[in-house]
């Protein structure tokens, strides 16, 4: 039976012969992924071919799918290539990679020389790694034009991408088995976990074949597999998920022997590129684990939150690859389709810091990538500053050690913290022992003691197999004896070799990190400890220690002396309202030692400790309101004009007052100064002349009415300016005013003579033509000395009653 993507493969070739980029949009089951890159290896359109998956369980199935139907074992014609895992040979012309693998190839060979198509598959997923790679693809291009690209989904943002991209856009249609969907409202949101057991009976009882349960994660997955334990015994249940062993995935994708049938519970895992023989019923649970990064603590908190509608599709696609199915939703249809069109872009909720260092590897900073959606301000501060800690750049630039300690190929805390742990070697016998034992016990991902050397303990007597595996990697990687003897007692330094930033000290009932954030103390560890090195940190708000062993600031000191520095510090203590002039010993935001100054307070000190009062209190500790108000202004005029207004957001303006606002704080001597400190003009002075004239012509401080007078407009970062007038005084309005040349909303408030309001409205001319009739009605009876016309779009506007006018 010809699959749908044949119909459209002619158009797709000549496009990609014609031109540098095409994107292909084709629903699940049109053979995308499998039928289309082993056409194009059969037809020799191309010498090589690189096809990247965003899945590892995705691309060894595809790779072995494809080796079969050439009749081959993986690592011929067909090869793949993953971390850990490389099956390849001179023969092979089409190579299945992960993100990662791609990214390091391209950084290895810039042109990709003998590569000639790139294909990323499920480019919807939007992983940071395929963004970066995808950038580095497209710079490929410029030094070679016979270098193809063709991004594949079933749910692209099409034209989003074909604008991006300047690109054509190519469509095919999916298998053409319906798809019957049956939605499971919930009398309580909250109790979703609950019903999914009895929706897989009641959808096995009502259904023919197999089932795939959709979840969010592990926790979940097994649950579930407990309520369902009870099931007839031609039904077993499978589990799959991105950290099990290779044999129970292959169980859980493997067809149900004759007269079984089988549900599989799984994660995303198995929304794209991967079929399951028999499933014709998907149950869909709406919920999947996010990776949220937390800017403040610097720790990536993994959330349970709504799939987007785009998901909600590819997961429902799982039930009609092969034959008509049925999908069970968790939820009313009402609530799936006020859901996003697509997930947020992984870029833009992230750590990326590997994004960074890989764009300065590449030899480009991040503005200079084709990226479709940049990462904030605020996000390459954070990782700029962790890139320092890992002492991968130093002023900015890449460090001498920085290639070798990307050249690991591990997480960039992990990869920093073997190549330290390899210098200190000879000083420390067995410490790269200690260090790959903490690696793999971290990469493995394992349940573990919350207490980190009973936790490695634990693992070397009885090692769980994800453990062994990664401790087998990393030994033979550093070409390593077996060793056992560890010296435990340097297990902070390997901590904080690894998370610099994760050094905590005791601080009420939590305690604070040496990145300036706060975390809860654990409730039953560490109680008689004033400091505790972090491995793992997490939970709601990024602030649950998971796993830790408590150090010395001594002993600490002595091994890595960098993260310590000594600080004259002069600052505004606002409990006892003067300032504090000491000496300290720090370790980054921990001041482990104090003494008093001998140095007199001047001027400059003060302005120093304003600054620091401002940037650990933010723009609440200012309370005039002109000045507010000017900012606000300024930023929208960045967020929607851009040109000569080029500020980026609160957070930067903050970063650099340094710059701007210090100038004008040598005055400032006290709190309530500081607080009602009019910083107008400091403002202002990012402005040059006619910056200002055009920030009030596009977005003025006030407006004046048809009535002759002027009246504030107040501005709001996240939602329209608002305008509070008397309604007589804004006839003769025909339409609302345009603000930022029509890019923001105006909204009035109009208000009766006793100045309460009768109508907030964006649309004038609506109103007047529509409302206005009853406003009209009641306002005449209530106030009669006052002008109520018949048609206010074309009446005098007036500011009095009708006597006086």
């Not at 303990?457 to 077996?482: C, D, E, G, I, N």
Request: net charge neutral.
């Amino acid at each position: 039976m010809a699959l749908p993507i044949e119909q459209s493969y002619p158009q797709l070739v000549e496009q990609l012969h014609r031109v540098p980029m095409c994107l292909l949009q084709a629903p699940p089951g049109a053979g995308k992924s499998t039928w289309l890159p082993l056409q194009l290896l059969r037809e020799g359109h191309f010498r090589r071919i690189i096809m990247l998956e965003p899945r590892r369980l995705a691309a060894r199935n595809i790779a072995r799918f494809l080796a079969a139907q050439q009749q081959e074992v993986v690592g011929q014609s067909v090869g793949l290539r993953l971390r850990q895992e490389t099956k390849a040979s001179a023969e092979t012309r089409l190579e299945i990679v992960t993100e990662g693998v791609l990214t390091r190839m391209l950084q290895q060979d810039p042109e990709l020389s003998g590569i000639d198509l790139v294909i990323f598959d499920e480019f919807h997923e939007r992983s940071m790694a395929a963004d970066t790679a995808l950038a580095f693809a497209l710079e490929s291009q410029m030094l070679r034009d016979d270098l193809k690209i063709l991004l594949m989904s079933a749910t692209l943002d099409g034209e989003r991408y074909q604008r991006f991209f300047d690109c054509p856009l190519i469509s095919s249609a999916g298998r053409s088995y319906p798809i019957e969907e049956i939605y499971r409202p919930l009398a309580q949101p909250t109790q979703w976990l609950e019903a999914i057991a009895p929706t897989v009976i009641t959808a096995l009882q009502e259904q023919s074949g197999s089932a795939l349960v959709f979840l969010p994660g592990q926790k979940e997955i097994n649950y579930v597999a407990a309520q369902l334990s009870g099931l007839p015994s031609d039904i077993e249940v499978h589990t799959l998920y991105g950290e099990q062993d290779k044999a129970a995935q292959q169980r859980a994708i493997t067809p149900a022997a004759q007269g079984q049938r089988k549900v599989v519970l799984t994660t995303n895992v198995a929304e794209t590129s991967l079929t399951i023989e028999g499933i014709r019923i998907v149950i869909d649970s709406g919920k999947r684990r996010a990776a949220q990064f937390n800017l403040k603590t610097g720790v990536s908190e993994l959330k349970t939150v709504n799939i987007s509608r785009s998901s909600a599709l590819q997961r429902a696609g799982r039930a009609g690859r092969i034959e008509p199915g049925v999908v069970y939703r968790l939820g009313s249809k009402e609530q799936l389709e006020r859901r996003a069109q697509h997930d947020a872009p992984e870029i833009l909720t992230s750590d990326i810091s590997p994004l960074m260092l890989e764009a300065k590897l590449w030899g480009a900073d991040i503005e200079q990538l084709q990226l479709l959606d940049p990462p904030s301000a605020a996000q390459q501060h954070q990782a700029c500053e962790l890139l320092q800690m890992l002492e991968l750049i130093a002023d900015g630039k890449l460090t001498a050690k920085a290639r070798e300690i990307h050249a690991m190929g591990s997480d960039l805390r992990f990869a920093h913290l073997l190549y330290q742990a390899q210098q200190r070697e000879s000083q420390h016998p067995s410490f790269v022992h200690l260090a790959v034992h903490f690696v793999a016990l971290m990469e493995a991902r394992v349940r573990i003691d919350a207490e980190l050397a009973t936790a490695i303990s634990a693992q070397q007597h009885r090692p769980h197999p994800a453990f062994t595996q990664q401790l087998k990697y990393w030994r033979q990687r550093l070409s390593l004896p077996a060793n056992k003897d560890l010296p435990m007692h340097l297990l902070p330094v390997v901590v904080a070799l690894a998370y610099p930033d994760r050094l905590a000290k005791r601080r009420g009932s939590g305690m604070l990190l040496s990145n300036g954030a706060g975390v809860s103390a654990h409730p039953q560890l560490w109680l008689d400890e004033q400091y505790v090195a972090i491995a793992d940190v997490g939970g709601k708000d990024g602030q649950h220690i998971f796993s830790a062993t408590a150090f010395s600031p001594a002993m600490l000191q002595t091994h890595l002396p960098h993260l310590f520095s000594e600080r004259q510090v002069c600052e505004f203590d606002i409990k006892s309202g003067r300032f504090i002039n000491e000496q300290r010993q720090q370790l980054g935001a921990i001041v482990i030692a104090t003494k008093p100054s001998g140095k007199k307070i001047d001027a400059q000190m003060k302005v120093q400790a304003w600054l620091e009062l401002i940037q650990q209190r933010g723009w609440e500790l200012f309370q005039h309101p002109q000045s507010q108000q000017l900012r606000v202004r300024m930023l929208l005029a960045s967020q929607l004009l851009g040109g000569e207004f080029t500020l980026a957001d609160e957070a930067q303006l903050l970063r650099q007052a340094e710059q701007w606002l210090a100038p004008f704080l040598e005055h400032v001597g006290s709190l309530s100064q500081l607080q009602q400190f009019d910083y107008r003009s400091a403002l202002l002075s990012l402005l040059d002349y006619a910056s200002q004239q055009r920030l009030e012509q596009l977005l003025p401080k006030s407006m004046t009415l048809p009535s002759g007078v002027s009246h504030r407009i107040h501005y709001q970062l996240d939602g329209p300016a608002k305008l509070s007038v008397r309604m007589q005084e804004v006839y003769g309005w025909q339409s609302s005013p345009e603000l930022a040349q029509g890019k923001l909303p105006l909204q009035l408030e109009l208000l009766s003579p006793a100045r309460r309001p009768l109508q907030i409205t964006q649309d004038l001319a609506h109103f007047w033509q529509s409302s206005y009739r009853e406003v009209q009605k009641e306002m005449k009876g209530r106030y009669p000395k006052h002008f109520w016309p018949d048609d206010p779009s074309t009446a005098q506007a007036t500011n009095k009653v009708k006597s006086r006018m």
